[in-house]
């Protein structure tokens, strides 16, 4: 909610490579931070310092997407991108979760991290440096600050029932440490069939498949 406004705002000074870079090396410092957390308050400021990226990255990155594919395969290639969320969602959730109830959170944060640092060695090797300050005269357009806002509920309420699903299902509906993971697991298997399947036809008829 803070992080995606404000660095979008900075973000005409940069390139997207550079812009990326420097998102996905604040998210990999948070993780490193969880590490080492001496106590909850640090703990939180941790994963708040993580979550500053997370709005901005997948939009630049969907930006980046869009601009290495033609027209015709845009919202395939976005789907494409996005398919490394659903994969850490059917994969690395409930992986994570297991991993930390059998040994302990702070090697879960620490695996985290390590991704991170692929992630930065495959942006700095793979990603153009492109310019983002001509994409910024799009929110000037109505429509896209309606999609924005059917993106911001639409995602607060998938990520709201995402967030509590551990008390809901485990003290709630005594679902136990298994029922979790396979719950967490089939979540993440819907997002990346509807993902998957979203992007292939927005590119043949993108007003019926919305």
Same mark, same amino acid.
């Given at each position: ?25 604040? !998210?990999?410092?948070?993780? $490193? ?40 395969? /845009? ?10 969320? %659903? ?15 059998? !040994? ?9 991290? /390590? ?16 310019? $983002? ?13 309606l999609t924005l806002l059917v993106g911001t509920l639409g995602f607060g309420g998938v990520f709201a029932t995402y967030s509590?699903?551990?008390? %809901? $299902? ?30 292939? $036809? ?9």
């Amino acid at each position: 909610m803070i992080g995606a406004p404000l660095l979008t705002a900075i973000s005409g000074r940069f390139t997207r490579k550079r812009l990326l870079l420097a998102m996905m090396a604040l !998210f990999t410092v948070g993780n $490193l931070a969880a590490v080492v957390a001496p106590n909850y308050d640090f703990l939180l400021a941790a994963r708040v310092l993580t979550a500053l990226p997370h709005g901005a990255v997948f939009g630049t990155a969907s930006v980046v997407a869009a601009g290495l594919v033609d027209h015709q395969r /845009a919202a395939r290639a976005i789907s494409l991108m996005f398919t490394g969320l %659903t994969v850490a969602t059917i994969v690395g959730v409930p992986a994570a979760t297991a991993l930390g109830n059998a !040994f302990t959170w702070r090697l879960t944060f620490a695996l985290i991290a /390590a991704v991170g640092l692929l992630a930065v060695a495959g942006i700095a090797l793979l990603v153009p440096p492109l310019r $983002l300050r001509d994409e910024l005269h799009a929110f000037t357009k109505p429509q896209v600050w309606l999609t924005l806002l059917v993106g911001t509920l639409g995602f607060g309420g998938v990520f709201a029932t995402y967030s509590y699903i551990s008390p %809901t $299902l485990m003290p709630l509906a005594g679902a136990g440490s298994a029922g979790l993971i396979a719950a967490l697991a089939l979540f993440g298997l819907g997002m990346a069939i509807g993902n998957l399947l979203g992007g292939r $036809l927005a590119d043949r008829t993108l007003l019926p498949t919305m």
